[in-house]
């Protein structure tokens, strides 16, 4: 139960029912995908219970899926090579001393970890792979930021795809039916989950159409899969239910929206990689601005 929870994980979900059908959806977009999130979230799991790390965190999926994670990034990265198995497992470990050092950093401001450690791990492991050659089989990482296409058209197909593939995106997939999988996954963990999803990526869609964003990077979820985690995370884990709740979790799920872009561009010229950074910024944001804002409370 606990290696399939740290699945769930990606979406923030401890349900063991939502890690089976995210499982089947990494599977369906690619088996490679699949045996490496097995294999980085069995390594991660493996380590914290070998460690004796809490056992509340290990049970709810919290060590396990930073190595998933991982292994999907860098199976994607950097492809399916002998050395991205061992990156993978050498990673999944470190996800875990990252994730109790974190949780120790963060205790006095009562931050949640969330995605840190593997963005930490996996910023490191990709800006170092190219001065391996046995690691990097790639081109030059290397890009400067390019400009949205002025007058470019949307069409239905770009917003329904986008829709669903900044679901997938959670799990570093374009791919819009594992979109779908996923958000049946997020529905059998709750009703309120799946809403989250929901409106956190139509948020996600709505805002990049506003203001302009490349249709074919909307349709390929790039600028909502920050927003889908920052409304489950604000609107159902977080926040208790307050009035105000729903509309402090929209603004949420704008500003990241509005974030990623930021990161994208601050990231491409040395390669860099945004992954879930705006995620993590804008819930600390958003949890650090509740001691001043009485009408909405943290969840207890």
């Known amino acids: ?3 399939v929870r740290g699945f769930g994980q990606l979406s923030l ?3 063991v029912w939502a890690g089976v059908l995210f499982l089947l959806a990494l599977f369906v977009g690619s088996w490679q995908t699949g045996v490496f999130a097995l294999l980085g979230t069995a390594v991660s799991t493996a380590t914290a219970y070998a460690l004796g790390t809490d056992k509340r965190t290990l049970d709810l999926g919290l060590q396990g899926f930073g190595g ?3 292994g999907i990034a860098f199976v994607l990265f950097l492809g399916p090579a002998p050395s991205t198995y061992v990156l993978t497992a050498g990673s999944a ?3 875990v001393l990252l994730y109790s050092a974190l949780t120790t950093l963060l205790a006095p401001w009562q931050l949640p970890v969330l995605t840190t450690p593997f963005c930490i791990v996996c910023g490191a492991v ?3 792979a190219p001065a391996f050659t046995r690691v990097w089989h790639g081109v030059s990482p290397a890009a400067l930021p390019v400009s949205a296409p002025v007058g470019t058209a949307y069409t ?3 917003l329904w795809h986008g829709f669903f593939t900044n679901i997938s995106q959670v799990a570093l997939s374009a791919h819009w039916y594992v979109g779908m999988i996923m958000l049946l996954g997020l529905f059998v963990a709750g009703f309120r989950q799946g809403l989250a ?7 996600a869609v709505l805002v990049a159409w506003a203001l302009g964003a490349p249709p074919d990077a909307v349709a390929v979820g790039v600028y909502g899969y920050n927003a ?4 489950i995370a604000l609107g159902t884990l977080f926040l208790a239910g307050t009035v105000g709740r729903a509309l402090y979790t929209l603004l949420g799920a704008a500003t990241t929206t509005v974030l990623t872009a930021t990161l994208n561009a601050y990231f491409a010229p040395f390669g860099g990689r945004t992954l879930t950074w705006p995620f993590i910024l804008t819930t600390w944001l958003f949890l650090a601005a509740l001691p001043a804002i009485p009408r909405i409370r943290r969840a207890l």
Request: charged share 5%.
């Open 13 to 15: 979900q401890a349900n």
């Open 68 to 70: 998933c994670l991982t």
């Open 156 to 158: 239905w197909t770009d």
């Open 228 to 231: 889908v985690l920052v409304a």
């Open 126 to 128: 990709m800006s170092a």
């Open 1 to 3: 139960m606990q290696l």
């Open 93 to 95: 470990v470190v996800c």
């Open 197 to 203: 999803a929901v409106l956190g990526s139509a948020v």
